[in-house]
């Protein structure tokens, strides 16, 4: 009897979080993968219960799907897109940036792609941007990590702002980096999930 109702307990702990992230409240499992210690190898630590099903939630699927634990390289990415604005090469942050196909498919708008290559271009432009603003100092320069911004993640609901299927977004995180021993950001300023990996659609 004592294990039945412990059975009850936990499923019903699961289902709240799982409403929980319904609302918008930050997914485990995405933070997890944001954590500021950067990577420098593919690493996949066995997910938690808790963390599986809710990444199960995020991306749509029913509580009661088979457990999924995707592995987000995001600081392996933000590090190409650290590396692109030092070089201003453009192109080799494109592994951080919203997939075209992704976007094409959830925008309900009447020529997604042209709108992918607007947000593509403004991109680009930001990155030539803080290649500039790095100067001389762009040498002494080492990346850190991209910091998500738990505090204004939101769930955008299917329909909202013109999108098929919903998402989480957050704004205002920082890309950290080092210069002379010194800590410094360069803003990124929204950034959208797809498949359980973040990506940006606005650098700046």
């Given at each position: 009897?004592?294990?039945?109702?412990?059975?009850?307990?936990?499923?019903a702990?699961?289902?709240?979080a799982?409403?929980?992230?319904?609302?918008?409240?930050p997914?485990?499992?995405?933070?997890?993968?944001?954590?500021a210690?950067?990577?420098?190898?593919?690493?996949?630590?066995?997910?938690?219960?808790?963390?599986?099903?809710?990444?199960v939630?995020?991306?749509?699927?029913?509580?009661?799907?088979?457990?999924?634990?995707?592995?987000?390289?995001l600081?392996?990415r933000a590090?190409?897109?650290?590396?692109?604005?030092?070089?201003?090469?453009?192109d080799?942050?494109?592994?951080?940036?919203?997939?075209r196909?992704?976007?094409?498919?959830?925008?309900?708008?009447?020529d997604?792609?042209?709108?992918?290559?607007?947000?593509?271009?403004?991109?680009?432009?930001?990155?030539?941007?803080?290649?500039?603003?790095?100067?001389?100092?762009?040498a002494?320069?080492?990346?850190e990590?991209?910091?998500?911004?738990?505090?204004?993640?939101?769930?955008?609901a299917?329909?909202?702002?013109?999108?098929?299927?919903?998402?989480?977004?957050?704004?205002?995180?920082?890309?950290?980096?080092k210069?002379?021993?010194?800590?410094?950001?360069?803003?990124?300023?929204?950034?959208?999930?797809?498949?359980?990996?973040?990506?940006?659609?606005?650098?700046?």
């Amino acid at each position: 009897m004592t294990f039945a109702i412990g059975v009850r307990f936990c499923t019903a702990c699961v289902a709240l979080a799982a409403l929980s992230c319904a609302k918008g409240a930050p997914p485990a499992s995405m933070l997890d993968a944001a954590a500021a210690e950067p990577s420098t190898s593919a690493r996949a630590p066995e997910p938690s219960a808790t963390v599986a099903a809710t990444a199960v939630v995020a991306a749509g699927a029913p509580v009661d799907a088979p457990p999924a634990a995707p592995v987000d390289d995001l600081q392996e990415r933000a590090r190409k897109l650290f590396e692109a604005i030092l070089r201003d090469e453009p192109d080799l942050a494109m592994p951080l940036f919203y997939p075209r196909d992704a976007y094409v498919a959830n925008k309900d708008v009447k020529d997604p792609g042209a709108a992918w290559d607007k947000l593509q271009k403004h991109y680009k432009i930001a990155i030539h941007g803080y290649h500039k603003k790095l100067g001389k100092k762009g040498a002494e320069a080492e990346f850190e990590s991209l910091e998500l911004n738990p505090k204004t993640q939101i769930y955008v609901a299917p329909k909202k702002e013109a999108n098929k299927a919903g998402y989480n977004k957050v704004t205002k995180s920082k890309l950290h980096y080092k210069v002379g021993g010194k800590s410094r950001t360069f803003d990124v300023t929204t950034m959208i999930d797809n498949d359980s990996k973040w990506y940006v659609t606005v650098l700046k």
